[in-house]
Structure formats: C-alpha cells, structure tokens
C-alpha cells in the first residue's frame, strides 16, 4: 500500500479480554515502531523491529503486552487481559533508513482502544 | 531515563502572529526531527536537523537545532489557522529510537 495501514482503526473491549492490533507497513520498509499516546500525551516507545526480530521491547509497559511480526512485513501487538489504563491511541510507524540520522518514520492513522 | 521537555504545552494564537515551540534536554543527540500532529492522524515528518548550531527553513517555518544539540526550537512567522495541530519534537535516541516530547498544541485561530 501507499502508507502504514492500521486495524482496528477503533477498538472498544471489556477489562480482562485480550485485544490484536494489526499494522502493515510501508512496502520494503524494514525497521517498524509501535508507540502509545495517552490523551492528551506525547508518544511513548513501546517497541522496535529490525526485520522480524524485536532487539528492543524495553518500552512494554508489562509481561501482558507482546508484539511480532512476520515475513518482514505485518506486525500484531498483543494485549492481554487488557485494563483501563491501556485506553490510548496505538501508532505504528515504519521506516526505510535506520542508521542514517535523517531516517523519516511514517506513521498509520493509530488505533484507538477503549477499554470499559 | 532522558529527560525531553516541551514548551509551552498549549498555545492559542490569532492569525497572523508569530510564535516560537522550544525542545528541551539535558541529554545530547546525534538528530532531532519536528512532526506535527492532526486530529485522528499519525504525526507526519516536517523536519530533521543533524548539525549543531543549523537553521532549517521550510516556508514559514523556522527551525533551530542547538550548538550542543541538547535543544531544538521551532519558530512559525505570520501563522495560519492551517498550522493547527500537536508539534512533536523527536530527538533520536542510540541508532534507531526516536524519543517524543510531549508537544505543543498550537491553535491559530482566524
């Protein structure tokens, strides 16, 4: 696709239940981020994928957030039994150049998670 | 833990009128890179600047990295209601991690 696809676009789950958000990124792009925005809030690092492997996860904020990605390309984040303060906006973004300081990072819409 | 604040948090303004964002730190960065952020929308590239001390241009919209590159500031001339949104700073953290600021909520209001 032309950009970062990200799905559900909006999610709105029962404490407890386990929630997938699911993002495409750009085509050949290698390095993909997931972050999360609180509202109201700046961008929190969550994790970081060269390829299909994670040499970053310090940004999970527990053993219930996991995340993988496939073939170089889709990535799932995982969220289980899923609490209040999970409620935020999720954004993937996805760039070409990673050990160029001038690395763009393009990001999808976001999905929003309401957790009631 | 680096530390990366932005100021002022929140800023209405009447068209027409200049303002300065600024991008805080304690730490140095090899980078820093601006975005801004719409309603609903991911943030979305408007700048990069590497070398301490430069001054990007990009139409009305200056932008300063410091000579320590600790620090970055964002000076927007004549603005308009279009340059509504949430500026993100981005410093470049290691080899591969962009931290966000909290930003700055700009309201140019017509």
């Known amino acids: 696709g032309a950009g970062v696809s990200q799905s559900p676009s909006n999610k709105v789950t029962e404490k407890g239940k386990d929630v997938e958000l699911r993002c495409d990124p750009i085509s050949g792009h290698t390095a993909l981020y997931w972050y999360r925005q609180s509202l109201g809030q700046g961008l929190e690092f969550l994790i970081y994928f060269q390829g299909n492997s994670a040499p970053d996860k310090s940004g999970l904020p527990s053993d219930r957030f996991s995340a993988e990605r496939t073939g170089g390309s889709v990535s799932t984040l995982t969220i289980q039994r899923t609490q209040q303060e999970d409620s935020a906006v999720y954004l993937c973004?996805?760039?070409?150049?990673?050990?160029?300081?001038?690395?763009?990072?393009?990001f999808g819409e976001g999905s929003r998670l309401t957790v009631l | 833990t680096q530390l990366l604040e932005q100021s002022p948090q929140f800023l209405s303004i009447q068209e027409g009128e200049n303002l300065t964002v600024y991008c805080n730190s304690s730490s140095v960065f090899s980078s820093l890179q601006w975005y801004r952020q719409e309603p609903g929308e991911g943030p979305v590239l408007l700048v990069t600047v590497v070398t301490g001390g430069e001054v990007k241009k990009l139409k009305r919209l200056t932008f300063q990295f410091g000579d320590a590159r600790k620090d970055s500031s964002l000076h927007i001339t004549a603005a308009q209601p279009g340059d509504t949104g949430l500026y993100l700073c981005a410093p470049k953290s290691g080899t591969y991690k962009y931290i966000f600021g909290t930003g700055t909520r700009l309201k140019v209001l017509a």
């Open positions: 973004a996805s760039s070409l150049i990673l050990q160029v300081d001038t690395g763009e990072l393009f």
